[in-house]
């Protein structure tokens, strides 16, 4: 699968999303100590982020498929989304990238991260991008041939009315949907694309932009995300 498009990829020391995220991370929040990687796949990518922030990483998914040299370096358990096993108020910062999707209940699954999150702690979430036109393309280990098949199973389901995460389909959410589930629970909420993106590609800072300009990006973009912090209006 598309590495824009899953969390369970297996991150190599330079990954570069990683290390753009990293930075949008480290802008935002300063020095998390104590992080939360919330559908953490096979772990490498709680790893990375631990070893690129220097923290202390907790990685939880809802199965046990586990890279050995992940699990040396962070803590990493077994547990669901929508009921997690910590605390309330334990962790610094709470990160999902590309998990979100896949759970029954997203809402609930959110309101999970507000609880175990500090008050003074945040979040950053992404997701694939429900108004993309095509995805896939940063693929590492797919043919041009599997990238076109995969796109051809999801314009077949938008066609068909199908193209919903409840439906079977790796859709994500749409910019507007995404912000506005994130702004009932935690509160403060603002968006990181295109600063991603740009970091990401930084030659293509101005044809970003235009995109931007143009109102293109929120077709263009493979994938979503979003930071902010717990708004004590909300509540827990």
Same mark, same amino acid.
């Given at each position: 699968m598309d590495p824009d498009n899953t969390c369970a990829t297996t991150y190599a020391t330079g990954d570069a999303k990683l290390e753009a995220i990293a930075r949008l991370l #480290? #802008? #935002?929040? %300063? &020095?998390?100590? !104590?992080?939360?990687?919330? %559908?953490?796949? +096979? %772990?490498?990518?709680? =790893?990375?982020?631990?070893?690129?922030?220097?923290?202390? @990483? @907790? %990685?939880? +998914?809802?199965?046990?498929?586990? *890279?050995? $040299?992940? $699990?040396? #370096?962070?803590?990493?358990? @077994?547990? +669901?989304?929508?009921?997690?096993? /910590?605390?309330?108020?334990?962790? +610094?910062?709470?990160?999902? /990238? *590309? =998990?979100?999707? &896949?759970? $029954?209940?997203?809402? !609930? =699954?959110?309101?999970?991260? !507000? !609880?175990?999150v500090h008050p003074d702690g945040g979040f950053w979430i992404g997701t694939p991008n429900r108004s993309r036109l095509v995805g896939y393309l940063g693929s590492r280990d797919a043919s041009l041939r599997d990238k076109f098949a995969w796109n051809l199973v999801d314009w077949r389901a938008r066609l068909g009315g199908r193209f919903r995460n409840e439906l079977g389909a790796h859709a994500g959410f749409a910019r507007a949907e995404l912000r506005e589930m994130l702004r009932g629970v935690f509160g403060v909420v603002e968006e990181e694309t295109a600063e991603y993106y740009a970091l990401l590609y930084p030659g293509h800072r101005r044809t970003l932009a235009y995109l931007e300009k143009l109102g293109l990006a929120r077709f263009a973009y493979p994938a979503i995300y979003y930071a902010g912090r717990p708004s004590r209006a909300t509540g827990a």
């Open positions: #480290r #802008r #935002r929040f %300063g &020095h998390s100590e !104590r992080i939360l990687v919330v %559908g953490c796949g +096979d %772990g490498m990518e709680a =790893a990375l982020l631990a070893d690129l922030l220097g923290s202390n @990483v @907790v %990685g939880i +998914d809802i199965v046990d498929e586990f *890279h050995p $040299s992940a $699990s040396e #370096r962070v803590s990493l358990q @077994v547990g +669901d989304a929508l009921d997690l096993p /910590f605390a309330e108020g334990c962790f +610094d910062l709470v990160f999902s /990238f *590309h =998990a979100l999707e &896949h759970v $029954s209940s997203p809402k !609930r =699954a959110l309101a999970e991260m !507000r !609880r175990v």
